[in-house]
């Protein structure tokens, strides 16, 4: 692994960062590891942090919240690829190094078909096998150095430096067939060059023919003094002047991995019988190590993509154990086409969860239709929902499909569904039962495949108790059910929602949002969200839209926010906290006068009784008004 980070945006646009000493600190402090010279980036913003094998990423309480994906977080794993935004800045976290599965292109073959002769030897796989009794010694050393080593490509590179050690090549290479390739299919997926001075080399240049020979007859082939052999004077050949070659193969339980590739342009230097027995014996040790690195490799990467499974994609913001439960939740039953039920108070994400089980499905691809069973009429829903002939009512000039059937393959989400007419309950019922229907004023019978998701804020089980509600139906939606918890049950997550609000909103209002100021925040997390995550957007993107600052200030909030008086961090500030006493004295006063009757306290003050209410539980003053 290599971790760093890519300036993708900001000031540092362009320029990469190793990260190598833990914990990682960034932030605008000359002091700190990664320093951004930026206003709307606090003195310690974020840590970054290394656990076991997993690298961490912390937001250090800073004013403007740290962003993976654009979602704000206060604590999460980084993952390969993850996108991290600091004030302005935006940066790329990378683990790997760029794939190399292609070929690559500086590494050239000689095309030409030129027979195999002049001072050539080749040997047979199967014949090579008892030479490995010889030079026991070198053959130990690569032996357990290359069985210690994981990596595929660190593989390749020890084992041609190994090899340099034995054989006077000046250059090797190593190819590699692709994974589970056919016998008729054999290519080479991937190619490690080395010379013996410079290093990696991608310019070598190796003969087609003698590699594709070596890989599809599992002979190894020595060519010496190659300046004598007129058969051999390729273009290729002829302008690197190989004065000898040596090719093996790489043989793994009678299947070809690929091959090894060693040659050296020296006159003086002649390879012979002792060095093609010798590697072709390294080979046969090699190809185990070789096959077990892939295999590491690919374990690797199936655990990477199980736990990418996990990681669901939605759209819910959140850490806190209520919004993982529901994560957890949306991951168990996306996959399958049963029917869910989501119940809870107004606001708390119903839709957004329907979407991300529709995300997260096999249906994913298909369409989502939302349908609010509240917002029409019975005979406009059901023309909606079922689609009409032409003629079947007043206003039916052409044959109409409705959401059911436009649905065809995907999930229809039916919103407030305890609104439902009975009618209708009936027509539904049919759908989840038998998947089919007929259109508003029709005969022909329309068979569905569609997923069904409800949500309700009602209590369904007291609907059906009251008969407003089918409870054969009932018990078709309920099949798998979640509650989706209020905001006021999970209060660590109003900060991250509200900073996700100011961003979005400060983008969508052309305005230049850092950040919600501590007093503004305590506030926001103080009050009981009644209206849940809807009423906390409506009032951030209205403080952003009023605000006059840069950061949010608790005088952008709501009134009513305001007036709550269960503050949980810092207190507000002396103008508000003046203003909130002496409504408290101009309420208790209006009461006293009233005798404690609310209409007549209501009267007195020039407000309505329903606002009085609120005003009393807002500002704490139900045990006052009791004394």
């Known amino acids: 692994m290599n971790p760093r980070l890519t300036a993708i945006a900001g000031r540092l646009k362009g320029a990469v960062f190793s990260i190598e000493d833990f914990p990682v600190i960034i932030g605008r402090e000359t002091a700190a590891t990664l320093c951004l010279a930026d206003a709307s980036v606090s003195r310690r913003h974020t840590q970054i942090e290394k656990e076991n094998d997993q690298f961490v990423i912390l937001d250090l309480q800073s004013l403007n919240g740290t962003f993976i994906n654009d979602v704000p977080i206060k604590r999460r794993t980084l993952q390969h690829g993850d996108r991290v935004r600091i004030g302005d800045s935006q940066f790329l976290f990378l683990l790997h190094e760029s794939d190399t ?31 490995m009794a010889r030079d026991l010694s070198a053959l130990m050393k690569i032996s357990t150095t290359i069985n210690a080593i994981r990596g595929v490509e660190e593989l390749r590179k020890t084992l041609i430096e190994l090899l340099f050690e034995v054989v006077p090549a000046e250059r090797g290479v190593i190819l590699l067939t692709a994974e589970h390739a056919k016998d008729d299919e054999l290519e080479f997926a991937s190619v490690f060059a080395l010379h013996r001075q410079r290093g990696p080399d991608q310019s070598i240049k190796i003969s087609r023919t003698i590699t594709k020979a070596v890989l599809q007859k599992r002979e190894s082939i020595l060519m010496a003094n190659q300046q004598g052999a007129p058969s051999l004077e390729s273009e290729s050949l002829v302008r690197d002047r190989p004065h000898s070659i040596l090719c093996v193969p790489l043989i793994m339980l009678d299947r070809p991995l690929g091959v090894i590739y060693l040659d050296t342009r020296e006159p003086d230097v002649e390879f012979d019988k002792d060095h093609l027995q010798l590697v072709t014996a390294i080979a046969a040790i090699s190809a185990v190590a070789i096959e077990n690195a892939r295999h590491i490799e690919w374990l690797v990467s199936e655990n990477q993509r199980l736990i990418a499974d996990f990681d669901i994609e939605h759209n819910l ?27 809870g108070e107004s606001g708390t994400g ?97 068979k569905l495949d569609i997923r069904v998701i409800t949500a309700t804020n009602r209590n369904l089980e007291e609907a059906v108790s009251q008969g407003t509600f089918r409870q054969d139906l009932y018990y078709r939606l309920n099949v798998v059910s979640l509650e989706m918890p209020p905001l006021r049950k999970r209060p660590e997550d109003i900060p991250l929602l509200a900073n996700y609000f100011a961003a979005k909103y400060g983008k969508k209002c052309n305005r230049r949002v850092l950040g919600i100021s501590p007093q503004a925040q305590a506030r926001l997390v103080g009050y009981d969200w009644p209206g849940n995550v809807r009423e906390l957007e409506n009032a951030i993107e209205r403080a952003v839209v009023l605000g006059t600052t840069e950061r949010i200030l608790p005088e952008d909030l709501p009134e009513s926010i305001l007036e709550s008086a269960s503050i949980v961090s810092e207190p507000a500030t002396k103008y508000h906290e003046a203003v909130m006493q002496t409504k408290k004295q101009i309420i208790l006063s209006a009461m006293a006068q009233a005798n404690g009757s609310f209409t007549e306290a209501a009267k007195i003050l020039g407000v309505h009784p329903n606002y009085l209410h609120r005003l009393t539980r807002n500002l704490d003053l139900k045990e006052q008004l009791k004394k």
């Open 101 to 131: 599965a292609a070929l690559p292109t500086t590494i050239q073959f000689d095309e030409e078909a030129h027979a195999v002769s002049g001072s050539t030897l080749q040997i047979k796989f199967n014949d090579a096998l008892y030479l």
């Open 317 to 343: 913001v959140g850490e806190s154990e209520a919004v993982r439960d529901v994560l957890q939740f949306i991951s168990k039953v996306a996959p399958t086409d049963s029917t869910v039920l989501l119940f």
């Open 350 to 446: 119903k839709e957004l969860a329907a979407r991300a089980i529709h995300q997260n499905s096999k249906r994913a691809s298909k369409p989502f239709m939302a349908v609010n069973c509240a917002a029409l009429a019975e005979s406009l829903l059901e023309s909606e929902l079922f689609g009409h002939e032409k003629g079947s009512f007043t206003g039916a000039l052409v044959q109409k499909k409705g959401r059911l059937e436009v649905a065809e393959g995907g999930t229809v989400f039916l919103d407030e569904i305890g609104e439902l007419s009975s009618a209708l309950q009936v027509k539904l019922l049919r759908v989840l039962q038998e998947r089919e229907f007929e259109r508003v004023g029709g005969t022909k019978t329309i």
